[in-house]
């Protein structure tokens, strides 16, 4: 069966420093690949999704960036955090159509 | 483009009551329409889905969904509500094209009384 992994689970860092998620996924291959964000008490901002390795669409203008150096990999990463990034990041994949499966999930504090 | 909307952004009930979350989609085909649940702190996770057939499909967690063309609209029901059904849940619709992308409503988080 498949499973996707996220980590950390939590991070805290201060306001200008770099930042780097992971996320992995087991049990398939050539994913489709998501990074959602969730500010408190709002829905899903769709981030970044790639349909293979070295491909990334960007959905919306940002401090972020993400990449996909191995086929079930997927890093979002930026270079200085803003206080604006706090939220709470999700990993999702997708077998290449329809649902889509998603991770435990990375709190992340920028103070 | 495609949107999602769930009215309510609360909704309490008493636990064994029954419950009704509404989603409305706008979409410019046939959609493929998903509902997802979230504890607090956790990711996402599928409850149900629809593709095609049958519009009335079955979930996990005794959880129910009716597609309704006419009125755009994909209800998640529930006879009878649990404590542990207390969450927030996300109605989903799917375009189909390349990159398989979901567009989320915003939300519904669900209190259960006991």
């Known amino acids: 069966s498949q499973t996707i992994h996220q980590w950390p689970a939590t991070l805290v860092q201060p306001v200008g420093s770099p930042l780097s998620l992971e996320c992995t996924v087991e049990?398939?291959?050539?994913?489709?690949l998501y990074w959602y964000r969730q500010a408190a008490g709002r829905g899903l901002q769709l981030l970044f999704y790639?349909?293979?390795?070295?491909?990334i669409s960007s959905e919306v203008p940002q401090n972020l960036s993400a990449s996909r150096p191995q086929d079930r990999q997927f890093i979002l990463s930026s270079k200085k955090l803003l206080l604006s990034d706090s939220g709470f990041y999700l990993c999702?994949?997708?077998?290449?159509?329809?649902?889509?499966?998603f991770g435990p999930g990375t709190r992340l504090t920028v103070l | 483009a495609q949107s999602v909307t769930q009215p309510d952004i609360h909704i309490t009930v008493s636990e064994g009551a029954s419950l009704e979350l509404r989603c409305n989609y706008s979409?410019?085909?046939?959609?493929?329409l998903f509902w997802y649940v979230q504890s607090p702190g956790q990711g996402l996770q599928l409850l149900l889905k629809?593709?095609?057939?049958?519009?009335l499909v079955q979930g996990i967690k005794g959880f129910e969904a009716e597609f309704k063309r006419s009125q755009s609209s994909f209800n998640l029901r529930k006879p009878s509500v649990h404590w542990s059904d207390a969450a927030e849940y996300f109605c989903?619709?799917?375009?189909?094209?390349?990159?398989?992308?979901?567009?989320f409503g915003g939300g519904t988080r669900l209190m259960v009384k006991p």
């Open positions: 979409y410019g085909a046939t959609p493929y």
């Open positions: 049990g398939t291959s050539n994913p489709n």
């Open positions: 989903a619709v799917g375009a189909t094209n390349a990159g398989n992308m979901l567009t």
């Open positions: 790639s349909v293979g390795i070295g491909q």
């Open positions: 999702a994949w997708s077998p290449g159509e329809r649902e889509q499966f």
């Open positions: 629809y593709f095609s057939g049958d519009t």
